[in-house]
């Protein structure tokens, strides 16, 4: 009982992170149906910019207030990152509308190759740890010496996942821009002669997405203390499996399958072996294809001349 | 607009417009740059460096000035000239100089290239003044005979089936795997050596094995590829990548079958069809008269691959023009027409994932008898990209161009790394290997970008009435041509 009570704390947080970067996946692919193949590197090169601009506060300005400095640290990845979601859009994925099948993901993979290497030349491919943000935790049960505990920082993941899914969802159903971006996702052409700035609400969407992104970047980077160049690529492909396991298109899905994934990975990690999570994690992604792939939430597609 | 005006009234309206395009220009670059100094800045300006333990922060104004220099210096320049609003549109009908180069050049490149690949070892040799000056050289072009067969068996599925695979690596793993346990494995060993003989089977364990791990990937493209061949594009790409990275967590995790991350060392080397490379009377240099060589082996390895390679280019010439490579190409352009003129789609596809997967197994069984010893970490994720990016480069479903582009890509960064001028430039520590990846990631993007048919791009129809016709591939359709 303990220990599903702690497996389930460490899978709920770990799963918010993943629901973070699952929306980037399923609102591109709800508005422009493709699979934005870069978005996990986008995230990884998010904790790397987090990981700078903490470094920059706490040891060149001498921030000492832990709380400030994170705060701080969310806005500057935020920022940063969607500048290069956008500029990713606008070199890569916006000349390739309307040109053939394969290419808008062929560019995305080569996106993807270009920067996790770019990070690797820049930064050197080391693990790079940061020092422990928040330590103190909060011990819930004692049975007999095993402690189930729930740390701060995962509280925090928790309460900024929770409060920016709010925005997030306040911003899709009730300001124009998310008005907008529903309409240019049902129909692209009608939505331009309604006088809807397409170009512009398709590169909003790939912003949004890359500042939730940054968010799990940097929540990942306090959470597990570690930046690494090829870390977009894994965790990239568990949460656009969380996107399909919930429904791809489906913005409450991507939740979901994100939560759903990171139960699963903890679950199984504590008790069946931690050396399949991985196998574990893209079987679920084969399996949802095969057998469901309209996922949870979603709408079954509709194949049309 | 600005043309036009240029045009009907050249002398004033010419100089104000000229004016405003310079300072337009400026205003652009200015803006890039500004753009630039963001996407750059905390990442070039800044890096993470390591000391005594803790993270610290080293800082590269310098550089991150140079880079930004050269995007505003290069966008203003652009603006200038070649963007410039001043500048005449030139309209373009034919094929381009790339194309009519293709044209041209093209009934000579291909015996030609052909010619070089079959003297290589030998012009090496004679060149550098002997088999063990040219082993470095040697080696090279086996590297890139393997990914130039490896591209062209990818070139079957992707480039003629229109099916995006990014686990083609898993099928050169399991031809690897298939041979490395084949031939290592005791009872196996016990099995085959009671069957045929002792020195039978060790003087033939390769050729035996070879065909096997051929099969034997196409059986696993076959298993994989049945359940997903439904999927849509790039869901069939997600999930083929999915399996390449289960199938190599396996081989490290399940240590008892495969060595784990240890891999298999010692793998039984190739023969010259039942002629051990060995110094004594039996082998290969004793039956020839020949002096004992190691380099021997090497140079007969090269002729390995490259017949492998050739089987593979002819395979796929031959099977385009069979029903089922017709099919291949009909899907790559049009699902569902081919659905409604009553191809069965799924089967099809399943055709050519087995093809595609039979070849990377042959290349799988080559590479594990080359380097003697195979582990996971020779099948990661970089492998399948880099493979892919051979043939999107190349042109998908250009021979040539993947030969071309493999040679390029794999070659020209070896080489890269051996001129000292570049050493001086970029400091010691300078390896150009580094900037493989990068530059094969950015490459897939311009191509897309810039000419998604690839730099070879005139494609020559398989059916015609009376004439072929060659068309640009910038004026071919989705669908048309």
Known sequence: ??????????????????????????????????????????????????????????????????????????????????????????????????????????????????????????????NKPVPPMITDVIVLMDSGGYQVTLAWKQVIIMVVTALLLGGFWYLVQKTSLGRAQRAVEQDRKMAALLGINVDHTISLTFVIGAALAAVAGVMYLMYYGVANFADGFVPGVKAFTAAVLGGIGSLPGAVLGGLLIGLIETFWSAYFSIEYKDVAAFSILAITLIFMPQGLLGRPEVEKV | ??????????????????????????????????????????????????????????????????????????????????????????????????????????????????????????????????????????????????????????????????????????????????????????????????????????????????????????????????????????????????????????????????????????????????????????????????????????????????????ITAFATVRLRKLPVGRAWEALREDEIACRSLGINTTNVKLSAFATGAMFGGFAGCFFAVRAGFVSPESFTFDVSAMILAIVVLGGMGSQVGVAVAAAVMMGGMEMLRNLGFLKQVFGNDFDPSLYRMLIFGFAMVAIMVWKPRGLVSTRDPTIFLKERKAVSGDLVKEGHG
């Open chain 2, 1 to 310: 607009m600005a043309v036009q005006t240029a045009e009907t009234a050249p002398s004033a309206a010419q100089a104000a417009d000229a004016g405003s395009a310079v300072a337009h220009a400026f205003k652009d670059a200015f803006v890039t740059g500004l753009i630039a100094l963001g996407l750059l800045g905390p990442l070039i300006g800044f890096e993470t460096i390591i000391i005594d333990g803790a993270l610290g922060l080293g800082y590269r104004p310098s550089l991150l000035a140079i880079m930004v220099g050269i995007i505003f210096a290069g966008r203003l320049l652009l603006n200038l000239t070649i963007w410039s609003p001043n500048r005449r549109p030139r309209t373009r009908t034919g094929p381009t100089v790339f194309d009519r180069a293709g044209v041209a050049v093209g009934p000579v490149v291909k015996p030609a290239l052909l010619a070089f690949a079959a003297t290589f070892p030998f012009i090496a040799s004679y060149t550098l003044g002997g088999w063990n000056e040219s082993r470095y050289l040697i080696d090279l072009g086996i590297l890139i005979l393997t990914y130039v067969m490896l591209g062209w068996g990818l070139n079957i599925v992707v480039g003629l089936a229109g099916l995006l695979d990014l686990g083609y690596v898993a099928f050169y793993a399991v031809g690897a795997y298939t041979y490395a346990l084949l031939a290592t494995s005791a009872p196996v060993n016990g099995f085959f050596a009671g069957l045929l003989g002792e020195t039978f089977w060790a003087n033939w364990a390769f050729w035996i094995c070879l065909p096997v791990a051929g099969l034997f990937a196409g059986l696993w493209g076959m298993i994989l590829g049945f359940p997903v061949l439904r999927l849509r594009g790039d869901y069939l790409a997600i999930v083929t990548l999915a399996f390449g990275e289960i199938i190599r967590l396996v081989l490290i995790n399940w240590v008892d079958f495969t060595g784990g991350g240890a891999g298999i060392a010692s793998i039984p080397r190739a023969t010259f069809f039942g002629v051990p490379f060995t110094r004594d009377e039996n082998g290969f240099a004793a039956l020839f008269g020949l002096e004992f060589n190691p380099m021997h082996r090497i140079v007969f390895l090269y002729f390995v691959i490259l017949a492998l390679a050739l």
């Open chain 1, 1 to 126: 009982m303990d220990v599903f009570v702690q497996q389930l704390i460490n899978g709920l947080t770990l799963g918010s992170i993943y629901g973070l970067i699952a929306i980037g996946y399923t609102m591109v692919f709800g508005i422009i149906g493709m699979v934005n193949f870069a978005h996990g590197d986008v995230f990884m090169v998010s904790a790397f910019i987090a990981l700078i601009c903490f470094l920059l506060l706490t040891t060149v300005l001498g921030i000492t207030s832990i709380f400030l400095a994170l705060a701080i640290v969310l806005v500057v990845a935020m920022f940063f990152t969607s500048l290069v979601s956008w500029a990713i859009e606008r070199v890569a994925y916006r000349p390739l509308r309307g040109s053939f099948r394969l290419a808008p993901m062929i560019s995305a993979i080569g996106m993807s190759i270009f920067l996790a290497n770019f990070v690797q030349v820049t930064q050197g491919p080391r």
